[in-house]
C-alpha cells in the first residue's frame, strides 16, 4: 500500500482507494501502444480514425464511446456552431461535432502527441478546414470563444505521473478542473453550454456536477448511463450552463 501511495501521489492529502488504484492501473495499462487505425462504430461511422503512440485510446475507453455517441444523437447542440474539445486527445469528440454539423471546432490539449493525433484525423476525416489545433494548457493557446465546450476530463483526483505521459489523461488533481470553470466564461459565447462526462468510481473531487456549480455552472441536462468494458459502472453525462447572467465572456 505505502508503494502504491508513492507512485500514485494523492492531489489532496488522501490517496485513491485500492480498487481505484487498480482500476487506473488496468487502464494504463492499456495505452501502451503504437500508432495503428481502427473504425469506430459509435459517433456515426468513423472508418480509419487513427490512434497514435503516447495518445489516450479512444477505441476502449467507455467515457470516450458513451460522450461520442452522445454527441452524435444529439446534434442539435453544436449544429452550426463553434466547439472547442478540450484535453482532446485523439480528436474523437472534436471530429464527431466536426463532421456532424459543427460549423468550426477547436482542438486543445497540454500534449504534442494528442494535438498532432487530432490534427490527422481533422484531415483524415475531411474537416481540416474548420478545425484548428492548439497544444497548451486548458484554455493558454485558445484565442476564439466559443458556443458548446467539450471536456472529457480526467476523472481521478491525483497527481499524474512522471514517466506516464497518457496518465495525464485519467489522473488531475482537483484544481485543474476548479481551473478550467474558472477559466471557462471568458471562452464561452452567450448562451453557451459545456457538455462533460463523468464515471461515478473516481469519487467526488472531479465530478464536475459539484465543481461546476462552485463556479456558477448549472446542470441543465443530465443523461446516467451505465459502462461495460474497461470502465465498468455508473457515468453521468452532464450539460452545464451559466447559472447567472453575464458569466459568458466574463
Known sequence: MNRAKAQYPPADGTALSEAQLAQVRRQLAQHHHGPFTCDLPYGGSLRGFALNAGVFRADIMTASKLLADFLFQNKELYRGKTVIDMGCG????????????????????ISHKAADNA?????????????????GDLFENVRKKADVMIFNHPFFAANPLEDEPVSNSMLQPPETLERFFREAGEHLNPGGIIVTTFFHFAGTANNPQIVGSRHGYAVEIEVPLEGQGMQSGSFSIYVLKPARVGMEGR
Do not use: M, P
Request: glycine share 16%; charged share 20%; no cysteine.
Open 119 to 135: 490534427r490527422e484525423n481533422a484531415e483524415r476525416f475531411g474537416i481540416a478546414g474548420k478545425s484548428v489545433v492548439v497544444q
Open 90 to 109: 485523439s480528436g474523437i469528440q472534436g471530429v464527431v461535432a466536426g463532421i456532424n454539423g459543427a460549423e468550426s471546432v477547436i482542438y486543445s490539449d
